[in-house]
């Protein structure tokens, strides 16, 4: 909204004053050349005439003989009661004409040396009219010009907000992949940008509860069978071990389904409260280094490369979650060996996760940070594919960058989270 109000304010200003003070120019230069062409002959013929008459001894007699055979109206007036600024009588003595306008006529006098008298030629003005028709044809100029300027800058934001309204049509027609092309020299471009976030918000959204319906028919649909299976079971014996029994599997899978339940509520939860949090300085490495710290993993060595000092804006108990479930993750698929960086680049600080497992194939990682995709490893404990789901989301809610990788060190997965730096 800044660049649509300054450049608002830009075309506003140019408009008025550039485009005014140019034609104003342009009349004052017109009406100049317009009064010294109409004036020329009578310039040259007043200097022929002084000439003429400052060699001649009676003046007035030659002066009244002239006016008659000529229709001209001349007079004659004494220096003293002519005055004039000294840069003006040198020029004016040296027999440069000077022209004097009013209200009602234009005179052009002449300097006669000889006789210290100045030669008046009177003449009525007749080209009101002609300058009437200049204002007038200026003025419309200016309006028009104005108008053209407006509609050259209304040009590109008429363009853009129809762009977005198609955008935003296709998108409330449930096309939910419609973005706005996002353009540097656009008037509206926050306008854009965050469109474009609410329609990546509401497409994770739409497509987070079509995985979460997907995810509760299945997964509870095995849970929901063996209960049947077991009450039925039940009902049907009369063994009192073999009841124990069903009631001990009746009781695991109510705890299965309990467990479901409950992963399901903390991931819906976990938009509301995120949204709901404020940020602040978060020391991060010293963050991480208390997640390492807290892990119990006997069976895997963790190498740490951790820059000191490096802190970001964020929510402290959401980025324990994130590094955490990180770690889980990698210990979960590596072979004894995960490796955790955390260093400044440029203007991020990049947080990396490594392990030495399988890794992940291409085609499938951005699949992976939804919620219920899990991975191919069947010897994996058994869970619900939330932790990169909640890494996913988390990372978003901070305006960080998740990227997975594969580790050229330990030939495994890399996690690679991109915050944004903030200066010690």
Partial sequence: MKKLIFSLLLVVLLAIVGLGWGLDNLFVHMSKQAVQDEFQSYRELGTVLARSLDKQQDIGQQLSQYQQTHSISLALDSAENFPLPPSLAEHFKQGEPLLLEDDSEVTINFWLPEHQQILMLKMIINDKQQVSRLQMSLTLLFY?????????????????????????????????????????????????????????????????????????????????????????????????????????????????????????????????????????????????????????????????????????????????????????????????????????????????????GPGIPFEKRQELLKPFIRGDNPDVTPGYGMGLAIVSRISQWHSADLEIAHSVELGGAKFCVFFHAVSK
């Avoid at 853009?160 to 540097?184: M, N, W, Y």
């Avoid at 903390?266 to 710290?293: F, M, P, T, W």
């Fill in 144 to 356: 028009v010009g104005i108008l053209a300027l407006v509609l050259v800058w209304l040009y590109p934001l008429i363009n853009r907000l129809q762009k977005l309204a198609k955008v935003a049509k296709a998108f409330g027609e449930g096309d939910l992949t419609r973005r706005i092309a996002r353009s540097s020299t656009s008037y509206i471009a926050d306008i854009e940008r965050e469109f474009n976030h609410m329609a990546a918000r509401i497409e994770t959204l739409v497509n987070d509860n079509k995985l979460l319906g997907n995810a509760v028919s299945h997964d509870l649909r095995t849970p929901l069978a063996r209960l049947r299976f077991g009450i039925e079971a039940l009902e049907d014996t009369k063994d009192v071990q073999k009841r124990e029994k069903y009631q001990q599997h009746l009781a695991k899978d109510i705890d299965e389904m309990e467990r479901l339940v409950n992963v399901l509520l903390n991931y819906a939860r976990l938009e509301q409260k995120l949204d709901s949090l404020g940020k602040e300085l978060v020391d991060l490495s010293s963050l991480v280094a208390h997640c390492i710290d807290s892990q119990h993993m006997p069976d895997t060595e963790i190498r740490q490369t951790i820059q000191s000092g490096l802190k970001v804006q964020g929510e402290a108990n959401y980025l324990s979650m994130l590094v955490n479930n990180l770690l889980i993750n990698a210990h979960q698929y590596a072979n004894g060996c995960i490796s955790v960086g955390l260093s400044r680049n440029g203007q991020y600080v990049q947080l990396t996760v490594e392990d030495n």
